[in-house]
């Protein structure tokens, strides 16, 4: 009957998530959407208490499966949990997101009515200390990441990605799956070859997830780290997606650097005008500060006092992970 809601498979890939994944999971097995579902949980090697946690939760719902991922990366177990189910849409979730009710009715029927092979909405960082609301501030302005809407929302249309996503396992088995090459940046590189096999990639403001940001300044680094290193490997395969947004980060790293070599040099060498190598940096501090304290408005002072720190964390690790990602990272 044409009526009939597709089954859904929802995949997640699972590495040391004692803490959240139950409440991940309830966020899936509460969903409103009246067809079958699948739920696999590609489990990595983790050190904490995470398996166990996973083996209450099958003991608890037989929809849910478990899924091993010995390698413990992303795209190796996404593959996996793909494999392990056999339902036409796919929806991909991550242990730290937390689906509303109704995001798989909405993602079914935005690809209904789009004929889209994948669509996602908004990754909606919401933090609980200090710093966490900080990072959420920055993660959700321009100033921060860019003008991409699966940040900073925008109106329903065709995307260059979309965060998570709701797949038809077709278009997934088109483009090979993922790319367990890529550590990180696989979402994009997969809705790239999506978008290359003549694909659509939807996005639409209606399906929002929650995301906890990271919780302190070294795991906020190493995260946008990665993230630079992984966007210079993606350049170097589709040369074609190269873009000023995605150079910024690294032109103001390289720029800053200079700066600070040059007054350092320059003061030793006892130059005349070694001081204006300290300009760049202080209009840098002054334009993050300024902007951090306006994309934070409605937030206490404690937080809006973290904001500048985390544009500057995010900006700075962004564009030294791209400057130094090695050519043989794949």
Known sequence: MDDVPPPVAVIMPVLNEEQHLAEAVAAITGQDYPGELQIALA???????????????????????????????????LNAALAATTHPIVVRVDGHA??????????????????ADNVGGVMAAEG?????????????????????????????????????????REALERV??????????????MNHRIRESGGVIWFTPGMEVTYRPRSTVKALATQYLQYGRWRREIMRQHP???????????AAVAGLAGSAAFAVIGTMARRKHAWLGVLPLVSYAAAVSAGGWVISRGEPAAVRARVPLALATMHMSWGVGFLASPRDLR
């Open 128 to 168: 609980v200390t200090d710093f966490e609301r900080a990072v959420a501030c920055a993660m959700r302005s321009p100033l921060g990441v860019g003008a991409a809407s699966f940040h900073t929302g925008g109106e329903e249309g065709p995307a260059l990605t979309v965060y998570l996503g709701a797949f038809r």
């Open 98 to 115: 937390l689906l509303p009710a109704d995001y798989i009715s909405t993602a079914v029927e935005v690809l209904q009515r789009t004929g």
């Open 240 to 250: 074609q997606t190269v873009s000023l947004r995605y150079l910024a980060p690294p």
């Open 43 to 77: 489990l990595g090697p983790s050190t904490d208490a995470t398996d166990e946690v996973a083996q209450r939760l099958r003991a608890d719902d037989p929809r849910i499966l478990l899924v091993p991922n010995p390698t413990g990366k992303t795209p190796a177990g």
């Open 176 to 189: 090979g799956g993922y790319d367990e090459a890529y550590v990180r940046a696989q979402d994009w590189e």
